[in-house]
Every structure is written in structure tokens, then in C-alpha cells.
């Protein structure tokens, strides 16, 4: 069953426009408004009170459909949450502004797009567009691949949490709840990311993926997107940053090592289940 609500997933992420009408989150920040306003609750708690009852409360719901209907009733469940635990927003369309700007090479309109949609700033125009690389590989890994990774592996109360705690990093008003959301989330990183990073080696330059990762591959503290960028920009082969059309292709070629990256996890699943 989980293949098969893979599958659905890619046809409702690039034929229709469901998943923003699932992915609401309204409910969810009202909640983390309520938790952060009690001032003497623990942030402990407060994450628990945010992201480990939904998680137990999922756990349940499926531990009652499971056994019903040989499973299927728990299918549009499992769907439910993973089109919800993907990441926000179209990366492609956010870029699109910035994109038209640089392969103007206007400069000024580049960092003032960059800042608007996609939260970026930079000193100068290579450090600008290394953080729109960054951007492009960190959007599709956290919206796309962990969550596939997570679910492939232990099924969608891991996703959830992984959502839940992505949501708190990112909204939470209060600094320690923030930061106990992200040591949290950098675990739940740890390992896909490390999964992508090879497939990127598998799927681009081999050899280059090895010298700039391997020395980083089993560090705890490298964060996430350090290795990510560091993995996809050597598997891409790309050259130093320049401004212009040739800029403009080095994200269309660290899009297509997505894509293919994202082929190659499917083959893997596909794969696995027939050998079970």
C-alpha cells in the first residue's frame, strides 16, 4: 500500500492543486499561539503538547482502520497526512522571479526578488546565487525527498512529526521552543540527507560527490543544508557562480539531479516491495 500512496502522491504534487487545500495549517498555528502564551509550561512540553499528540492521536486512528477492509481503509488516511507532511509552496514558481532577474543580470532586481520570495541576502552576486542553489536543494529536500524517506520507511507518523517539528522551527515565536523543534529536526535529518547525498553521487559525478562529502558523511554537527549543497553542487559539476543564462542552468541542472535523484528512490521502493 505504501507504493501505491507514493504514486498518488506524484499525481496529485504535479496534476492537481489538492495539496493546498490540504496543507492548511491555521488550526495547528492557533494551537502553537495557545502553547507559547503559557509562559511557565516547558518547551518540552509544549513540543509535546504540539507535535507528539498529533502524532499519537494518527497512531491511533490507524491502529483502529488497519484491520479493517484489508488495510484500505486506511489508505486515503496514509494519503491525507503525506500530501500534508510535504513541503510548502512550488519551489519552480518561487524562483521564477528571480530567475527572469538574473538571466537579465540585473543585479538589484536579483537581490530584491531573492529577498522577497525566497528570504535570501547576500554581499554580492556569486555569494547570492550559491544561497538560490542552496534554496532549490534545501526546499526540494525538506519538502519532498525526507518526507518520502520517512514514510517509505516507517510509515506516516514519522513524516508528521517531521512536518510538525518543521512548522514549530519555522513559526514559533519563542527561542528555546525553536531551537528544541531544530536539534529535533536535525536528527530526523541526519540520515535522508546523507541517503540523498549518495544518490546524488549515484546519479551525477561519483568521484566528486566522494572528495567534497566523505570527510562530513557521519558528522553529527555539519548542518543539514551544508551537506546537501555541498553533495549537489559536486555532483552537478557546477561551475563558479556566474551571472546570466550560464547561472540560470546551473539551477536547471541541479533540478534535473533532483529529479533523477527522485527516479532513482522510486526504482529503489519499487524494488524493495517485490523482493518482500
Same mark, same amino acid.
Given at each position: 500500500?505504501?507504493?501505491?500512496? $507514493?504514486?498518488?502522491?506524484?499525481?496529485?504534487?504535479?496534476?492537481?492543486?489538492?495539496?493546498?487545500? *490540504?496543507?492548511?495549517?491555521?488550526?495547528?498555528? =492557533?494551537? $502553537?499561539?495557545?502553547?507559547?502564551?503559557?509562559?511557565?509550561?516547558?518547551?518540552? $512540553?509544549?513540543?509535546?503538547?504540539?507535535?507528539?499528540?498529533?502524532?499519537? /492521536?494518527?497512531?491511533?486512528?490507524?491502529? &483502529?482502520?488497519?484491520?479493517?477492509?484489508?488495510?484500505?481503509?486506511?489508505?486515503?488516511?496514509?494519503?491525507?497526512?503525506? +500530501?500534508?507532511?510535504?513541503?510548502?509552496?512550488?519551489?519552480?514558481?518561487?524562483?521564477?522571479?528571480?530567475?527572469?532577474?538574473?538571466?537579465?543580470?540585473?543585479?538589484?532586481?536579483?537581490?530584491?526578488?531573492?529577498? =522577497?520570495?525566497?528570504?535570501?541576502?547576500?554581499?554580492?552576486?556569486?555569494?547570492? /546565487?550559491?544561497? &538560490?542553489?542552496?534554496?532549490?536543494?534545501?526546499?526540494?529536500?525538506?519538502?519532498?525527498?525526507?518526507? +518520502?524517506?520517512?514514510? !517509505?520507511?516507517?510509515?506516516?507518523?514519522?513524516?508528521?512529526?517531521?512536518? $510538525?517539528?518543521?512548522? #514549530?522551527?519555522?513559526? !514559533?515565536? #519563542?527561542?528555546?521552543?525553536?531551537?528544541?523543534?531544530?536539534?529535533?529536526?536535525?536528527?530526523?535529518?541526519?540520515?535522508?540527507?546523507?541517503? /540523498?547525498?549518495?544518490?546524488?553521487?549515484?546519479?551525477?559525478?561519483? !568521484?566528486?560527490?566522494?572528495? !567534497?562529502?566523505?570527510?562530513?558523511?557521519?558528522?553529527?554537527? *555539519?548542518?543539514? #543544508?551544508?551537506?546537501?549543497?555541498?553533495?549537489?553542487?559536486?555532483?552537478?559539476?557546477?561551475?563558479?557562480?556566474?551571472?546570466?543564462?550560464?547561472?540560470?542552468?546551473?539551477?536547471?541542472?541541479?533540478?534535473?539531479?533532483?529529479? =533523477?535523484?527522485?527516479?532513482?528512490?522510486?526504482?529503489?521502493?519499487?524494488?524493495? *516491495?517485490?523482493?518482500?
Amino acid at each position: 500500500m505504501n507504493f501505491l500512496v $507514493l504514486l498518488l502522491v506524484l499525481w496529485v504534487e504535479k496534476f492537481s492543486a489538492g495539496r493546498r487545500r *490540504i496543507q492548511r495549517d491555521g488550526l495547528w498555528l =492557533r494551537q $502553537l499561539a495557545r502553547a507559547e502564551a503559557r509562559a511557565d509550561a516547558s518547551p518540552w $512540553l509544549q513540543l509535546a503538547l504540539l507535535v507528539l499528540l498529533p502524532v499519537l /492521536l494518527l497512531g491511533g486512528l490507524l491502529l &483502529v482502520l488497519e484491520p479493517l477492509a484489508y488495510g484500505w481503509l486506511a489508505l486515503p488516511v496514509h494519503l491525507l497526512v503525506v +500530501i500534508y507532511c510535504l513541503g510548502r509552496g512550488d519551489v519552480l514558481a518561487a524562483l521564477g522571479p528571480f530567475r527572469d532577474a538574473w538571466r537579465r543580470g540585473d543585479d538589484q532586481a536579483a537581490l530584491h526578488v531573492a529577498e =522577497r520570495d525566497l528570504g535570501l541576502e547576500a554581499d554580492g552576486e556569486a555569494e547570492l /546565487l550559491l544561497r &538560490v542553489q542552496g534554496y532549490e536543494l534545501w526546499q526540494a529536500y525538506q519538502g519532498f525527498f525526507a518526507v +518520502i524517506f520517512w514514510y !517509505a520507511l516507517l510509515g506516516p507518523l514519522v513524516p508528521l512529526a517531521y512536518r $510538525l517539528l518543521a512548522l #514549530t522551527s519555522e513559526h !514559533a515565536a #519563542t527561542a528555546p521552543l525553536a531551537e528544541r523543534a531544530a536539534q529535533l529536526r536535525h536528527g530526523l535529518d541526519w540520515l535522508p540527507v546523507r541517503v /540523498l547525498a549518495a544518490s546524488f553521487a549515484l546519479v551525477g559525478n561519483f !568521484a566528486a560527490v566522494s572528495r !567534497a562529502v566523505l570527510h562530513d558523511l557521519l558528522g553529527w554537527d *555539519i548542518p543539514a #543544508t551544508q551537506l546537501l549543497v555541498n553533495a549537489g553542487r559536486a555532483a552537478s559539476e557546477l561551475p563558479e557562480p556566474q551571472v546570466g543564462e550560464p547561472g540560470v542552468s546551473s539551477l536547471d541542472e541541479l533540478w534535473q539531479l533532483l529529479v =533523477r535523484s527522485a527516479v532513482l528512490w522510486y526504482a529503489a521502493f519499487a524494488v524493495w *516491495i517485490l523482493l518482500l
